[in-house]
C-alpha cells in the first residue's frame, strides 16, 4: 500500500478551505501567479530506509529555514504540532533559487536522502550540510506548480 503523504492532505484541505491565505488565486486569464510555496514534511524514519512508511509519523516543533541562492536565511518556520504534524510552509516565495535547511532537534541525525519513488514522501536532505537539493523557482516555475516540495526524514542517533 503505498503510503500518501500528510502535506498532500494538508494542501488540498488548503484549496477547499482556504486556510493557507496566499495558496488561492484569483480565477480569469488576466490573473498570473508571481509567488510560489515551498513545503514538506519532517518525519522520524523508524526504519531508516529514507522513505516515510505507515506508523512513521510526522515530528512537532523542528525549525526549518528558507535559504537563498547566496545561502542567507530569508524565511523561519516551525513544523506543526496539531493535526497535520510535521508540516513546514513557505508561502508567498519570490522566483529564485533556494535550499530549505532543517535544524537537527537534539538526539538526531538525518536519514539516507533520495531513496523514494515518485509520489512517497522521501528525505531529500544532506546529512552532511542539512540542506535539500536545490530548488529552482524560476517564474516558468511558479506559474505550472502550486507546491515545490522537499521532505526531511530523521533517526535517532543513539548515545
Known amino acids: ?19 493557507i491565505a496566499s495558496a488561492a488565486a484569483p480565477a480569469g486569464p488576466e490573473y498570473e501567479k508571481t ?22 509519523w510526522g515530528m512537532s516543533g523542528v525549525a ?11 524565511a523561519t518556520a516551525e513544523t506543526f504540532a496539531h493535526a497535520c504534524e510535521g508540516l513546514y510552509i513557505f508561502s508567498g516565495v519570490l522566483p529564485g533559487n533556494y535550499t ?17 519513488a515518485p509520489g512517497e514522501t522521501a528525505s531529500t536532505v544532506d546529512a552532511a550540510n542539512g540542506t535539500t537539493t536545490g530548488i529552482d523557482l524560476m517564474e516558468e516555475a511558479v ?14 542517533i543513539e548515545a
Open 64 to 74: 526549518v529555514h528558507l535559504l537563498d541562492a547566496a545561502g542567507e536565511r530569508v
Open 1 to 19: 500500500m503505498k503510503f500518501i503523504s500528510v502535506l498532500a492532505a494538508v494542501i488540498v484541505s488548503a484549496f477547499v478551505f482556504g486556510s
Open 100 to 116: 530549505v535547511e532543517v535544524v537537527l532537534p537534539e538526539g538526531y541525525g538525518f536519514t539516507v536522502p533520495g531513496m523514494g
Open 35 to 56: 509567488v510560489g510555496t515551498i513545503g514538506g514534511t519532517i518525519f522520524l524514519d523508524a526504519d531508516a530506509n529514507g522513505v516515510q512508511g505507515p506508523g512513521e
Open 143 to 156: 506559474q505550472m506548480t502550486d507546491l515545490v516540495v522537499r521532505d526531511a526524514g530523521l533517526v535517532p
